[in-house]
């Protein structure tokens, strides 16, 4: 398995970061609390053997807040991952983190020992761990299995004194990007850019080129790659997402804009 992981970098109260972790997982520092999108751990999904370490480690996470699950697939929702986050969180500070789903996801968290499980739809926003947080749309879908398909799925834009974070979860190129850029603004777009071949992939997926796309039309101010690398869900080369995601940007002049981060790397906001 290729990389290796690290120390979480920590910044001050006031200060917002996202670290990648591999994946579509991310550790956020925003507003004070210390959020995981998507955290997947785990080295094996069913057939998929992970392809690259996770940045972090969860016995080297701060105890977290708040954690994030955009939808329900394996490689989003890994429940031995979510149980090691909890007990890892209990053991620093006495009590669980908050969790976050969307609509027809909570059973599969709800007796884990989270200590507050809530729900959302497209544009609903919570208060959660003091921050705002507003499900947005994606163009994917949310069945655990095959038949749970009245399951919810979606994205997050995390806001916090200024400090404004979008993580799309899993989603094809569909004119959303334009009105969720409208609407709440994000500074920070964690956008996906594997799983785009072959063609009818694209469904549920953006290529790296339809990634940047998006990006622009949502007018945020960086964008950090991610769900490619780690597993091998699409048939394209595994370097290839990169490459293309490089070469995008810079016929269109916003190199400087992407920041690509290897596992465990943080970028500060």
């Known amino acids: 398995m290729l990389g290796h992981s690290r120390p979480a970098e920590l ?94 996801v909570d059973d599969l968290v709800s007796q884990l020992g989270f200590r507050r499980v809530s729900t959302l ?6 208060e959660a761990a003091d921050l705002r947080i507003t499900m947005t749309p994606c163009r994917h879908w949310g069945a655990r299995m095959f038949k749970d398909t009245h399951r919810h799925y979606g994205g997050y834009v995390l806001e916090s004194g200024g400090h404004s974070i979008y993580h799309s979860g899993d989603t094809a190129y569909f004119d959303g990007f334009a009105e969720i850029g409208r609407r709440l603004a994000p500074k920070v ?17 953006t290529s790296p080129e339809e990634a940047v796309r998006g990006f622009v039309e949502l007018g945020a101010k960086w964008m950090i790659p991610m769900h490619y690398g780690t597993f091998r869900l699409g048939r394209e080369p595994m370097d290839e997402p990169l490459q293309r995601l490089r070469s995008e940007a810079r016929r269109l002049g916003i190199g400087d804009s992407v920041k690509v981060l290897e596992e465990g790397e943080t970028l500060r906001l």
């Open 11 to 104: 910044v001050a109260p006031g200060e917002a970061a996202a670290t990648f972790i591999g994946h579509s997982s991310f550790f956020l520092q925003i507003g004070g609390r210390n959020v995981l999108i998507d955290p997947v751990f785990a080295t094996r999904l069913v057939v998929l053997r992970r392809q690259r370490r996770p940045g972090l480690r969860i016995d080297e996470i701060p105890p977290i807040d708040l954690v994030l699950v955009t939808h329900a697939h394996m490689d989003h929702l890994n429940i031995a991952s979510l149980r090691r986050i909890i007990r890892s969180t209990r053991r620093q500070r006495g009590r669980a983190p908050e969790v976050v789903v969307p609509h027809g």
């Open 189 to 205: 777009a964690m956008l996906p850019i594997g799983a785009y071949f072959p063609d009818t992939y694209r469904s549920v997926h």
């Open 121 to 126: 739809k497209w544009w609903q926003t919570a």
